[in-house]
């Protein structure tokens, strides 16, 4: 809840208003886990308080730890098994986060997309993953990559990142947060006019028929619209536009993909991450092999547009992009427990 969400709730327990700002403070920056430990609000306001509402942090079921320092926790949500990654980086420490409980957004390779769709998840539990983990206190950086499509849960979501930048939450520049999306043209409009957090677009390729072919929301959100409605934008100050390009070998790793990728993302002040594909039972593809991603790289850098290939974190625990499943896998050689 944000502050004037917690007004309410003080006055409906009787409590003055101001104990709003009390428990925003016992919540976010104290980060208590009951409304017990809420010690400066009078016991009788406690007991009211705890008679209407909980803290409401979903703690953790299980996590693996991979053998590169990543970990991904589960999370039982209602009844569905909602997965979150933390990738450590030198002196960073980033949450992948999931939106939702499956996705219904259908990309064929993935295999979050494969699970089918199970429901939004609401803030509390959204931020319950920022909270439950280990490594909470630490947490630099957070990236909407998990399962799900951020802006199908929009409200939910631009909630979670009023806490997460708001003074009075975690206090977070916007420069730490990036909503990674496939392109959900009503909702990418409004979250370019509300939210100075920085965007992800997930391309894949740059034809409109291939594209269709793994990824059917491109029939309602054509990758040229979305495209051209970024063009409008500026991206030359704090807010960055990146493009995320899994490589399926003879798929998208052409020149011929290179040059349209080129064509299509000119005049955007943008940067694009490779991603190398973790292959998946029943698609036909596999990922390009390393040297066509270098030179596909190159190819792009040379036509001016950054161009990297993103190093591939805990693959071994299945926490890889595409691989967050919401089920066990292969938890023997990696659980903690
Ligand atoms: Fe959903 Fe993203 Fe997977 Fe597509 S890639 S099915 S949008 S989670």
Known sequence: MNPSELSEVALEAGLPRFAAGQICSWLYSKRVSTIDAMTNISKSGRETLKSICEVGITPY???????????????????????????????????????????????????????????????????????????????????????????????????????LTSEWGLGWSPKRITLSTIGVIPRLRDY?????????????????????????REESWPIAQIVDILRSQDFSGQRRVS????????????????DALARLLRGIECRINLIRFHEIPDFPYKCSPAPVMEAFRDRLNAAGITTTIRASRGEDILAACGLLAGKYNNPSENSME
């Open 61 to 163: 079921s299980e996590v693996f730890v991979s053998a590169d320092g990543t970990k991904k926790y589960i999370f039982d949500m209602d009844g569905s098994a909602v997965e979150a990654v933390m990738i450590p980086d030198g002196d960073r420490a980033t949450l992948c986060v999931s939106s939702q409980k499956g996705c219904a957004m259908g990309c064929r390779f993935c295999m979050t997309g494969r699970g089918g769709f199970h429901g939004n998840l609401d803030a509390a539990q959204i931020l319950s993953q920022f909270f439950a983990i280990d490594e909470a206190p630490i947490l630099t950086n957070a990236v909407f990559m998990g399962m799900g499509e951020p802006l199908a849960n929009y409200t939910q979501v631009m909630k979670v990142m009023e806490v």
């Open 243 to 258: 493009f995320e390009y899994t490589m399926f070998a003879g798929f998208n790793d052409s020149k011929r993909h290179a």
């Open 192 to 216: 370019l006019a509300q939210s100075r957090c920085h965007l992800a677009v997930s391309l894949h390729n740059p034809f409109h028929d291939e594209r269709l072919s793994v990824m059917p």
